[in-house]
Each structure stands twice: as structure tokens, then as C-alpha cells.
């Protein structure tokens, strides 16, 4: 712990006097710098920080009495999370010697008990005024429809403000110290409705007036997932899941589980234990989002080697590695009267020995390896490790099954398997620790030539080793490693559709990244994965560790995949050569395309940090432990894409009745498969409780496709459900679709698509995948117009039937403006009369084919007859 400049300099090599501790901090005393060195004093704090800290007092050099005047007054950058705040010792009297010192998140005053004033900081700011919003960083940017010109401006957005999420302090400690409050965040204490003057209608908007100290929202933090063989994803059935020493659940019966985390979890480390031992224990390191919401994981285990029998009074040989055509990479030598039981008693009966290795030259073992190859140095740092392959020891008693622990055991690992000679020195046995998810050093390898053996081997031949020792004291994984220091990284993104929008990239997906070593040729091992790491994408995507070579950037690949609430997301297609209609697009039509979808919320909500969520009537999402997504399919026929909105209005409660919540806008896709045809899913209000959780609001929902559309048919189902589930909403207007939005979830036979999850992103991203598969369980992105539709519209494109003043000025480039005008408005009252005639004439014609027709019919009627009768 030290103190240094802005410019990364030492305090100590600057001559200038700082203290620090721990638990204080850092803080300078302006009386005892040297004379004439300074005239003010910053204190920059080490520790983690927003901005930069100025914990000291600051003021006139000590000759000359942000420390005696004013009476040591510390303050804060108006930027950082607490806002502009100060802190006042001494009671306000004017003292030689005072200064005010940060700890952790709390702020302490030196002096004496009865001279503090107040503890800490503001965490709230109280009033949101305009002039502070920048200063708190609670802007909360609402971007307006695209019809939406504000009278005056040219402004696109609004800030309806928000409350920062931070905790409020608490009472004073033992040692006089603020101490922060449990369970209390600053939080909306008012919010007052405003109308956007948007020119030709106002746009509804709840605006923050007021924060102050509420109970937390604490967003629900879960590890969803399935639990199955790597080889043949067959399910781990109720197997038992540890953290740490504490069992914690159970896997179902397809290897389905479910983790709630607690919100201060900083790594989350769970072991799998499968009771009928077929498969090994499997410990993981999850990622999960901090933010709320679930997390899915694919778990992939291994399943349990074969046991064989063995006698502890020989020395055995067991091999590491099995795949055909080659080597092992190395083996497990046990010398004679090895095993103990767990009372340190020498066993002298059978051995079952199981010994399952995770094999880097198999690609398939990549996934069933520790979510991280990661060890701490001596200096505290995390770094990663390469591995040469892992194994899982499993010894027990013939007849009771007990577990036996072995000493003096030997690893030998072929050095014929080590292409990278630089990698031999500082290879290591390492085994990991199932608490905390890291791998801890057992053993150093020394380099010898010795004769090796083994099952199944025809003969003992010499062959260079690297040999380590190891003792089996519990059943942990163990790993032949080398630190890595070749370190690149891989950006990773992932989006809703393949425009690849900016604006539509997804955040909380896995992504996972196997690091595979380089072609033969290279120097380097062969080809073989070294490296598994996940990660979550936040809102520019992801990084992920990689290796790389100095001399040839294409030396190594990677294997990346991309999960999303159990769906595996497609990977686009690229090349070497960068193809931007494919991985990117040039800005104007970038420009043009970010239109495609559009998203207001009257209360503004940030789906991406569950801990801006507001609890209000209006709430789009009226729960933030559950989110509930509800989308619509609406089939276009066209032979354009046309854009379908969604309001959505409260429709029978007594709060919100008639009140927006939101708007909905999407384009449609294209069916590849069906010319002229498009289809939508387009987001609505679901039905249910309200954030109060007292009483059921029935959304009032309309879809309107913005053009020339007229609605052709509604799905059979959806309307008979409507009808049976009063009040009924009127559907006069044949351009638009009106429903008070069902309260059962219903399916894809009715066109709704729902998804609950705690991740509002997740669930949408779930229903739109439902939605474009037309299905209630399946996934996709690619839309199927014919499946799961609720609403159908023809939107044929509008017919220019006359030549344009344009086009006849081109044409005509002789005749005067006056003339053309003349004779076009004589071709539209030509035009006019015909359509008139033809008007008029159309339902008398029709009248005479139809009384032709009835003629004709009776004719044939009568004649059967009159035949029947002379029969």
C-alpha cells in the first residue's frame, strides 16, 4: 500500500510527508511539509476508486494558517458516486490541526466525539434538480419515438432523472467511524407525470422528484443450468450439489438445477458429486450476473474410468490418456503398501482404482474441465495455466466401498508430448482446491530418463520423463500445468439478429472460449485444447483470454461458443477478408437501419441493471424478482417489411386505466422462403398483478402495422379465448388489432408467445426465438411466417396511377409549368369520370349476372324435378 502522484510517482520521491493505513486510508498534514515545498496538499487513494480522492484538508500553507481557515472543510468531486458533500471537524471552531480521512465507503472525523457534527456522506441527493443530475450521475435518457419533434428543439431524448443506487450510511461505530446502514439504498421517494409535447400529441413520462433512503431492491441472483455427460449427454439424476462444505440442492431428473446467490458473492465455485459414482466429482467456477437475473450453464461431466483391481503390495502402473494411435501423455506410479485407510491403517486388500483423465488431445473433454485455469502467485495475482491434461483419482475398498488415500505416489509425464522445450522447466503438478475454484502447486517435476511400464503395454522400454511426487489425500482434481504468460484476448459479440445492430447487441450471453494449440509445423504442442474460459457479455460484448504467438498472429484458433438461457447462439460466417455485409455495415446505412426497432417506457427502466427498476403503477415490468415477457406473431403480406407498433394502455385497473405504459416498435422480417410475405413479433404489456401485487390489470393492447395495412384474418383460438374471457375490447378499425391482453400465459396455438425469467433480457430473447420459430419450445432466428401466427394483414404498396409534374417536365422539357398543369388537371377529371361510371355501373352489372344466375339455377331446378316426377 502506497501513495503516489497523478504522474505515478512515489509520494516518498517527492519529499513530501504522507500517512496512510488500512483502515484509514491516506491523508497529508500541510504543517509538516517541508518549507516552501507546497502550497496544497492531495492525498490520491490507491485503493479502487470512481475518481480521484481528495480525503485531506486543503488549504494555505501552515506558515499561513479543500487547514485552520475554514475549520478543515474535505470535499468531494461533485462526479464521483456521493455527489458534492463535505464534512466539518471541529464543531466549527477555528482549530490549528484538523483533518478528515476516508475509510472504505464511510467517512471519519478526527477530533473529539462531541465536536462531530454529522457521520459521512449524503447518499442521496435529495431534490433531482437539472442543474445536479450530471453532478450525481443519475440521468436516466429516454430516447423519443421517431414522430416525436419537441416544439422548439431538435432534441431526439428526455431525462426524467433517477435516484443513484448507493447505500445509506449508518450510525456512528465504536470507533467513531460512519458505518454504512444494512438494507437501506437511496431510492424514488417521488416521481410526478409529464407530458412530451411532441407536436401533435403528447407522449406520457414519469420524471424522479425526490430520492431518500428506501428498504434495498435487492435483484434475485441465480445459476440456472443442466447437469450431463460429455460423451452422450446423458443427465446427472439427483446429484448432489456442494458449495464449499454446504450442501445446497440437487440435480433433477433431466440434471436440472437452480442456485440462488447471495448479492456480496464474489466467486462461485459449486461441485457436482454424482452418489452412484458414475461419473466424477465435477467442481465448476460460474460466472453470474451481479446485476440480477438467472445465468444458464451447460455442465458438461465425465463419466467414472472403469474401475480395476489391484493389488497394494506391487507397484502399479496406471495410464494417463487413452486414445487410440497414441501414447499416453503419462501415468501413475504407485509403489507397494501405498493405500491407507482414512485412520492412517495400512491396506493390504484388493484395490478398485479409477482413474479418469481429461484429455487435451480430445476436444470433446474441453467443456467437462473447471470453468478456469487460474493459480495465485506469491504476490496475491490471479494468472492462468496451461495444461497437458487433468486426471481424477478414485481409489476404494473392495467389499465396503471406502475411500483409500495413497502416499508416495508419482506422476510421470512423457516429455515426448512437450513440443515446447521451454515449457519443461517450469511444468507443475497442481491439484484443485474445491472451495475456492484455484489451483494450489503440490509438487515441482525433475527431469530423468527411467523405464516405464503399465497395463497393457507388450514390454518396458526407457523414455524421458518429468517426474513428480504427490500425495492422495481427498478426492480433488488434479492438473499438469504451466503458467502461461503469451496472453492475448478475443472480443466476442452477440446480437439479436443478423444486422448486427449496435443497438441490439445482448447482454448476460456465456460465452465460452476453448484455446486450441497450433497446427503441426509450428513450435508448439500439437493440436490439442489448453485453455477453457467463460465469460458474460455486458453491453460492448466480451473479452476472453487467448494465446498467441509473436512471430505468426495465425498460429492459434479458438473454438468460441455462445449460449443464451440454454439456446446455443448461431455464430455469424467470416473470413479472413472482412466482408461488411456480413460482421459490419457502413454508416449511412447503419444510419438508416437503427430504425428497425424501437423501444419507451413511460417509467424508464435500464433492463440491464435490474437495480434501476422503480416501483410504480405505470412499471412495464411490475416485479423485479420476476420478469414476465409477452410478444405477439403478426404475419404481413407485402412486398415490403413494414414497421408494427404496440401500444399498450391499462385497461382495468383503477390506477392505470387509460394511462400508457409503453410503446412498442419492430420491423417485420422476411420470410426467405415465401415471397411477398413478412412477419413480426412485437413486444406487448402482459396482464397481471401490478407492482403493489394487489389486484390484476387486463392490458389494453393495440397492433397497429404503420402503412397501407389492412387486418385479413385473427388466429380462431386467440379470438374465441378473448370472447370467453370478458370485458371484450371493440375491433372496429380494420387497420389495427385491440385485445385486453390475455392473463394465462396461453402458446404458440394462439400466437402469444410468454416467457418468465428473472432476466427481463433473457425472457424476451427466449420469447423471440419461440416467436420466429413458431413454436412453444423451440428456438430460432429465422422467421416462419406459416407457424404460431395471431394476426394477419395485407399491406399492398400504393399505386402511383398519373404522371408526376416532374416526370412530365423531363419528358416535355418545351411545354410551360401552365400548360401542364392544364392539361394534367383535365386528364384527372377524365380520370374521375370514368371511376365514376364505373362506380356506378358496377353494382347494376353485378345485379344482372346474379338474377342471371338465380334464372339459370331455377331453370335446372325445375327440370330435375319435372324428371323425377316421370320417373
Not at 440434471?255 to 459414482?277: E, W
Not at 450476473?289 to 502402473?317: C, L
Request: charged letters at 25%; a positive charge; glycine letters at 8%.
Amino acid at each position: 500500500m502506497e501513495a503516489r502522484t497523478t504522474d505515478w510517482v512515489a509520494a516518498a520521491d517527492t519529499g513530501e510527508v504522507v500517512h496512510s493505513s488500512l483502515e484509514k486510508g491516506f491523508w497529508c498534514i500541510n504543517k509538516e511539509q517541508l518549507h516552501g515545498r507546497v502550497r496544497q496538499r492531495k492525498c490520491v487513494s490507491a485503493q479502487p476508486m470512481p475518481l480521484l480522492f481528495v480525503p485531506a484538508c486543503i488549504g494555505h500553507h501552515a506558515e499561513r494558517r479543500e487547514c485552520s481557515t475554514p475549520p478543515c472543510t474535505a470535499k468531494w468531486s461533485p462526479w464521483g458516486p456521493w455527489g458534492s458533500c463535505s464534512v466539518t471537524c471541529g464543531g466549527g471552531r477555528r482549530t490549528r490541526r484538523r483533518n478528515c480521512v476516508r475509510t472504505s465507503e464511510t467517512v471519519q472525523c478526527a477530533g473529539r466525539p462531541a465536536e462531530i457534527q454529522k457521520c459521512g456522506r449524503s447518499p442521496c441527493p435529495g431534490k433531482v434538480i437539472a442543474t445536479i443530475l450530471m453532478a450525481w450521475g443519475v440521468i436516466s435518457i429516454s430516447l423519443l419515438p421517431l414522430d416525436c419533434v419537441q416544439p422548439g428543439t431538435h432534441s431526439k431524448y428526455y431525462n426524467a432523472g433517477r435516484c443513484p443506487h448507493n447505500t445509506c450510511p449508518g450510525s456512528l461505530d465504536f470507533d467513531m467511524r460512519c458505518r454504512d446502514g444494512t438494507g437501506f439504498c437511496c431510492g424514488v421517494q417521488e416521481m410526478e407525470s409529464r407530458n412530451i409535447d411532441c407536436g401533435t400529441y403528447k407522449l406520457p413520462i414519469r420524471a424522479v422528484m425526490q430520492c431518500s433512503c428506501q428498504k434495498c431492491v435487492q435483484p434475485t441472483v441465480l445459476v440456472r443450468g443442466r447437469v450431463v455427460a460429455a460423451d452422450n449427454d446423458e443427465p446427472l439424476r439427483f446429484g448432489h450439489i456442494y458449495i464449499g462444505k454446504d450442501r445446497v440442492g440437487t440435480t433433477g431428473y433431466q440434471g436440472g438445477f437452480t442456485l440462488q446467490i447471495a448479492p456480496d458473492t464474489q466467486r462461485l465455485v459449486v461441485n457436482f458429486v454424482d452418489p452412484t459414482q458414475t461419473f466424477i466429482d465435477t467442481p465448476k467456477v460460474f460466472i453470474f450476473d451481479k446485476k440480477g437475473g438467472s445465468i444458464y450453464h451447460n455442465v458438461k461431466v465425465m463419466r467414472k474410468q472403469i474401475p480395476i483391481d489391484i493389488n497394494p503390495r506391487e507397484t502399479n502402473f496406471i495410464d494417463l490418456g487413452e486414445i487410440k494411435g497414441e501414447d499416453p501423455i503419462g501415468q501413475l506410479v504407485i509403489p507397494p503398501n501405498s493405500f491407507h485407510k482414512d485412520n492412517g491403517e495400512i491396506y493390504e486388500g484388493t484395490v478398485k482404482a479409477s482413474v479418469t483423465f481429461i484429455d487435451p488431445r480430445n476436444i470433446t473433454t474441453a467443456a467437462a474441465a473447471p470453468g478456469d485455469l487460474n493459480f495465485v502467485d506469491e504476490e496475491g495475482d490471479m494468472l492462468p495455466l496451461r495444461t497437458y491434461g487433468m486426471f481424477s483419482v478414485d481409489f476404494r475398498d473392495e467389499t465396503s466401498k471406502e475411500v483409500l488415500g495413497a502416499g508416495a505416489v508419482q506422476v510421470l509425464l512423457d516429455t515426448q508430448h512437450v513440443k515446447m522445450q521451454e515449457h519443461i522447466p517450469t511444468m507443475k503438478l497442481w491439484s484443485l482446491n474445491p472451495d475456492t475454484g484455484v489451483w494450489e502447486e503440490e509438487s515441482n517435476f525433475s527431469y530423468s530418463k527411467t523405464t516405464a511400464g503399465g497395463h497393457g503395454r507388450s514390454k518396458r522400454e526407457e523414455r524421458t520423463f518429468l517426474i513428480g511426487n504427490m500425495e492422495i489425500r481427498e478426492r480433488r482434481l488434479f492438473n499438469l500445468d504451466v503458467p502461461e504468460n503469451r496472453r492475448c484476448y478475443v472480443k466476442v459479440r452477440a446480437y439479436m439478429s443478423d444486422k448486427f445492430l449496435p443497438t441490439e447487441q445482448l447482454e448476460g450471453v456465456v460465452i465460452s472460449l476453448i484455446n486450441l494449440e497450433p497446427k503441426p509445423g509450428y513450435t508448439s504442442n500439437p493440436r490439442a485444447w489448453g485453455r477453457f474460459d467463460s465469460v458474460l457479455t455486458g453491453p460492448n460484448g466480451a473479452c476472453l483470454p487467448a494465446f498467441c504467438d509473436a512471430i505468426r498472429p495465425d498460429a492459434y484458433t479458438a473454438y468460441v461458443t455462445a449460449i443464451l438461457g440454454g439456446e446455443e447462439l448461431e455464430a455469424a460466417p467470416s473470413s479472413p477478408k472482412m466482408n461488411p455485409n456480413i460482421i459490419g455495415v457502413s454508416q449511412p446505412y447503419l444510419d438508416k437501419v437503427e430504425k428497425d426497432k424501437y423501444e419507451y417506457n413511460v417509467v424508464p427502466f435500464e433492463e440491464n441493471d435490474l437495480t434501476t427498476w422503480t416501483g410504480d403503477y405505470l412499471s412495464w415490468w411490475p416485479n423485479p424478482q420476476e420478469f414476465r415477457a409477452c410478444f405477439i406473431k403478426v404475419k404481413i403480406h407485402g412486398q415490403k417489411e413494414v414497421m408494427v407498433r404496440s401500444r399498450n394502455l391499462g385497461g382495468t385497473h383503477p390506477e392505470t386505466r387509460g394511462k400508457l405504459y409503453g410503446i412498442r416498435d419492430i420491423r417485420s422480417t422476411r420470410d426467405m422462403r415465401e415471397a411477398n410475405t413478412s412477419a413480426a413479433c412485437v413486444e406487448f404489456k402482459c396482464s397481471g398483478m401490478l407492482f403493489d401485487q394487489a389486484e390484476v390489470d387486463r392490458s389494453l393492447i393495440s397492433v397497429i402495422p404503420q402503412g397501407n395495412c389492412r387486418r385479413i384474418s385473427t388466429n380462431g383460438l386467440l379470438q374465441e379465448y378473448l370472447i370467453k374471457h370478458p370485458p371484450v375490447a371493440q375491433n372496429n378499425d380494420s387497420n389495427a388489432f385491440t385485445m385486453l391482453a390475455p392473463v394465462d400465459p396461453l402458446g404458440h396455438n394462439y400466437g402469444i408467445y410468454t416467457v418468465t425469467d428473472q432476466n427481463p433480457r433473457v425472457a424476451k430473447e427466449i420469447a423471440i426465438g419461440r416467436c420466429f420459430d413458431g413454436t412453444s419450445d423451440g428456438f430460432s432466428r429465422e422467421m416462419k411466417s406459416d407457424y404460431g401466427v395471431a394476426l394477419t394483414f395485407s399491406c399492398p404498396e400504393k399505386k402511383i396511377n398519373r404522371e408526376s409534374l416532374f416526370q412530365r417536365l423531363q419528358t416535355n422539357p418545351g411545354q410551360t409549368l401552365s400548360q401542364m398543369a392544364r392539361d394534367m388537371r383535365e386528364m384527372d377529371g377524365q380520370q374521375l369520370r370514368r371511376s365514376s361510371s364505373q362506380v356506378v355501373a358496377f353494382p347494376s352489372e353485378q345485379q344482372g349476372r346474379t338474377q342471371s344466375r338465380r334464372a339459370s339455377s331455377g331453370t335446372r331446378r325445375r327440370a330435375s324435378m319435372q324428371a323425377q316426377q316421370r320417373q
